[in-house]
């Protein structure tokens, strides 16, 4: 009784406001220590993580680098691999994932010029696109989170339908290449929209890889040498020529299968059949004149610059063509003979499947189609206006192609 008649004496002297503002600092004051203290064994476990995470990205980078150099692995990584990367590479740059996405939304170009008016709008509505493409990306590209976009060190300038596609997917093997797979057309069709919009179309790469495209119509461009020459002037250039006859085959073959409706291969290679005067504005044929749009180039490259590579033997000898490229390049020799496989019904090596899985790597369906009969007559009258260009273009690379030979049928050339 003593002690509540003494409290509540002190309490009716005391004010009770003064006695709430008391209660509620020391309230505020028990508060403020708890968070404190869980701040602290808050930032000591953020710390930890984020030590680990940085070992787990270093772990993960050179695990990454060992399995593209693996022997057994070159381009098929695993899964869980994959997933890390993309996982630590999200944790680094959310933004930056974004932004190279939308520049692969924005890399999509259209395909090489057609042989005239008509069938180009039709190849423009189709443009060329690979199989392997989505395949390769998911492994070649897993760094894509990592690096900075560059301007190309190297580019395959052409020609149509003389084997870039299979080039350049043998090429996106190797692990120190990085390239776009569709064609961006900048020094021919989107020069306007200037180097910053082509750069943001290239892959991300790491210190000790290459940027590469291809856009095959680059090498009959006549303003093509000089934009590129003005962007980089020691950027290494590929040419995949091939026999000037089966090329314009294969490139009438192509629009064919677009416009059914065109006239025979026969009507359009000649002005006057009867006379015998054959028609080299047809950029079917066009293309062919090698000696003549080499010309253009060297006036801005040296031959040093320039490698040249063989249709018909990166068919019968993919490998050995591969070296030279990577020599070229100044790139090891990763991709060898192990990574590719005759098709035979494609016609021409495949990249080889990896062990898990039953799909090949072949080119797609607008790769190896039957070429349509042509009059004998036509192709041998086309091999002779052919042949004085092809002496001059052999003394230019000083490198003789051997395309006579295919007039007695030794080069395999049906198809491609």
């Excluded at 395949?135 to 690096?147: E, F, H, K, M």
């Excluded at 350049?168 to 910053?196: C, Q, S, W």
């Excluded at 993919?318 to 990763?334: C, S, T, W």
């Excluded at 002496?391 to 050339?413: A, D």
Aim: hydrophobic residues 35%.
């Amino acid at each position: 009784m003593a002690f509540w008649s003494s409290t509540s004496v002190f309490t009716s002297k005391v004010p009770r406001k003064i006695l709430f503002m008391f209660t509620l600092s020391l309230s505020v004051t028990y508060l403020f220590y708890s968070l404190m203290s869980c701040y602290n064994s808050f930032q000591f476990q953020e710390n930890y993580v984020y030590q680990g995470r940085l070992v787990t990205e270093e772990t993960t980078l050179v695990t990454l680098r060992e399995k593209l150099y693996s022997p057994t692995s070159q381009v098929y990584l695993d899964e869980e691999l994959i997933e890390r990367t993309a996982t630590v590479s999200s944790v680094r740059n959310n933004v930056g994932v974004e932004e190279r996405t939308a520049g692969w939304v924005r890399a999509r170009a259209a395909t090489p010029s057609s042989v005239s008016g008509a069938a180009a709008a039709a190849e423009r509505e189709n443009p060329e696109f690979s199989t392997t493409d989505s395949d390769l990306r998911r492994a070649v590209n897993c760094t894509s989170d990592y690096g900075v976009k560059k301007l190309p060190q190297a580019i395959i300038i052409g020609v149509k339908k003389g084997g870039t596609r299979a080039l350049l997917e043998a090429l996106r093997v190797h692990p120190d290449v990085r390239a776009v797979g569709n064609e961006p057309h900048f020094f021919d069709r989107n020069y306007e929209k200037g180097l910053d919009w082509y750069r943001e179309l290239m892959p991300s790469t790491l210190e000790g890889q290459i940027t590469m495209e291809k856009t095959p119509s680059y090498f009959v461009t006549n303003s093509a040498p000089k934009r590129i020459h003005s962007m980089a002037r020691d950027i290494k250039l590929i040419i995949v020529v091939r026999n000037p006859v089966t090329r314009a085959i294969s490139d009438y073959t192509q629009t064919l299968s677009k416009r059914p409706e065109i006239p025979t291969f026969e009507v359009l290679a000649f002005k006057n059949r009867t006379l015998g005067l054959i028609d080299a504005s047809w950029s079917a044929l066009r293309i062919g004149i090698y000696a003549l749009h080499l010309e253009s180039w060297m006036q801005y490259f040296p031959l040093s610059q320039m490698h040249f590579v063989s249709g018909e033997r990166l068919i019968v000898d993919p490998a050995g063509e591969m070296a030279k490229v990577q020599d070229f390049l100044g790139l090891k020799r990763i991709v060898t003979d192990k990574h590719f496989y005759f098709n035979k019904t494609k016609g021409f090596p495949c990249l080889k499947k990896p062990e898990d899985s039953s799909t090949p790597r072949c080119l797609g369906k607008s790769k190896g189609r039957t070429h349509p009969k042509i009059d004998p007559d036509v192709i041998r009258r086309l091999h002779k206006f052919y042949k004085p260009f092809n002496m001059m273009f052999y003394q230019m690379t000083g490198q003789n192609f051997q395309w006579e030979l295919e007039e007695n049928g030794t080069w395999p050339g049906s198809r491609y």
